[in-house]
């Protein structure tokens, strides 16, 4: 797998040559980053401090014609520990999507990524090192939607990912953290990694570690594979009214095969009113039964609204019940579903804060979990070539039917950004994370980065 990414990626560029003529522009980017650890694995109180130092080069490229639209991009990146230098080596990744219309009724989605080794620098704030010696993964995407009448659309999907991973040594995979990473709505005012304008969003790799993450395996080794099939349909009763319907099936596998295998299935169904041109309420119903040795059903009720406050504030809440059938009476009970959350942008500043309490049901060991998650972030650009940033995260998330299972993470981080010349930026970062989990002490760990990195577009 190693050698055909690695092909892969100095063909690209060649490869794509031949629609260059109708692309809008390529982007080149260099990072460069050296990072000051206190706990490397945070596996304990006090455990090995490290220095880290990592290069990436980054190749994008984007292409719109007409309602068709291609984005790909490849990276190919060294770390170096000094003193575990074992888990050092290059890395690389591809990704790619596509969108293609055909006529006014029909649109398709297409996607893929491959990745060989963690890219240490997608993790923005939430750097952190694995004790690994390979992780793998790749996945490919697919949707379709059609206008059936000017009212009436259907769509169907299909998504599969995949993962290899591999240790030195046991380890409790809820200490991945992929779960405990700034949400993906925060990234444009999260703490960034210095990057500047070249910084990626996180490695799709990632979405398959936060799996490990969310189910706490004690394994040295996990091949893990997922995929799902989806459709539903939506009508519009007038220009105020929808109504949405849809369902899933996702079947996992895994080896070695002592964890149970399974296949989840879930339907919904929604109904949303826009009231006014600032605000809409929404009524939404899920299902879903999860059977990986352990069968478990829940139902979900939940009602939303959203209100916008002018051009730059925004407000929105749900709260909802959700129903847990477990195997016993004992395991089965109702809990309370929602949040709030609120979002500003100012001339020169971001802001935003949001609680969520929401019910996950795992996918490898097929158990059900509540959690609460309350996070808040500001961005200030001080002036045209300097910003700063900061952010807080809590995670608590308890496991109904086993407490080994139920962990808390906190996690906070502050950044500064420097564009030295129109190509380059250089900066420095901070971020602090705790994990505590069963009746193990809580670990600690902090790290600072020093950045610099240069991006270029190429038409």
Do not use: C
């Amino acid at each position: 797998m190693s050698r055909a990414g690695i092909v892969l990626l100095f063909l690209w560029p060649g490869v794509a040559g031949a629609a260059q003529r109708q692309a809008e522009f390529w982007t080149f980017g260099v990072n460069l980053s050296q990072s000051f650890t206190d706990n490397l694995f945070l596996l304990g109180l006090d455990g090995p401090g490290e220095a880290i130092t990592n290069a990436s080069l980054r190749l994008s490229y984007a292409r719109l014609d007409g309602s068709s639209s291609l984005n790909a991009s490849g990276w190919l990146g060294a770390r170096r520990f000094d003193r575990f230098s074992f888990y050092g080596g290059p890395q690389f990744g591809l990704s790619a999507l596509s969108r293609f219309g055909f006529g006014p009724r029909a649109r398709l989605r297409l996607g893929g990524h491959l990745a060989d080794g963690l890219n240490s620098g997608a993790l923005g704030s939430g750097q952190i090192a694995l004790p690994q010696t390979q992780v793998q993964s790749g996945s490919v995407t697919a949707g379709f939607t059609y206008r059936l009448a000017p009212d009436t659309s259907a769509d169907a999907s299909f998504d599969a990912t995949g993962i290899r991973y591999r240790a030195d040594r046991a380890f409790d995979t809820s200490r991945v953290l992929g779960d405990a990473f700034v949400p993906a709505e925060q990234l444009s005012s999260a703490p960034s990694s210095g990057l500047g304008a070249n910084e990626p969003a996180p490695d799709d790799g990632l979405l398959s570690l936060s799996l490990l993450a969310s189910e706490g395996l004690q394994t040295l080794r996990l091949d893990f594979g997922t995929w799902r099939a989806g459709a539903g349909i939506s009508h519009e009763f007038s220009p105020r009214t929808r109504l949405s319907l849809g369902g899933g099936y996702r079947q996992t596998y895994q080896n070695p095969h002592t964890f149970s295998q399974g296949d989840q299935f879930e339907g919904q169904i929604a109904l949303r009113e826009v009231i006014g041109s600032t605000a809409n309420l929404s009524l939404s119903y899920g299902f879903q039964e999860s059977r990986f040795g352990v069968s478990l059903r829940t139902h979900s009720f939940t009602a939303q609204a959203d209100k916008e406050l002018g051009p730059k504030i925004r407000l929105d809440a749900s709260l909802g019940a959700s129903r847990l059938d477990g195997p016993d009476r004992a395991s089965s009970n109702w809990t309370l579903l929602g949040g709030a959350g609120f979002s500003a942008r100012f001339k020169r500043s971001i802001l935003s804060a949001r609680y969520t309490r929401s019910r996950y049901q795992g996918l490898i060991v097929g158990r059900s979990q509540v959690t609460d998650v309350a996070y808040a972030s500001l961005s200030h650009t001080i002036s045209r070539r300097v910003s700063v940033s900061g952010f807080g995260f809590y995670r608590d998330a308890r496991d109904e039917l086993q407490r080994r299972y139920s962990y808390d993470t906190t996690m906070a981080g502050a950044s500064l950004s420097v564009r030295i010349k129109r190509r380059t930026s250089a900066g420095a970062s901070y971020n602090f994370l705790r994990f505590h989990t069963g009746n193990e002490p809580a670990a600690h760990r902090s790290m600072v980065t020093l950045h610099v990195s240069y991006s270029r577009a190429l038409k």
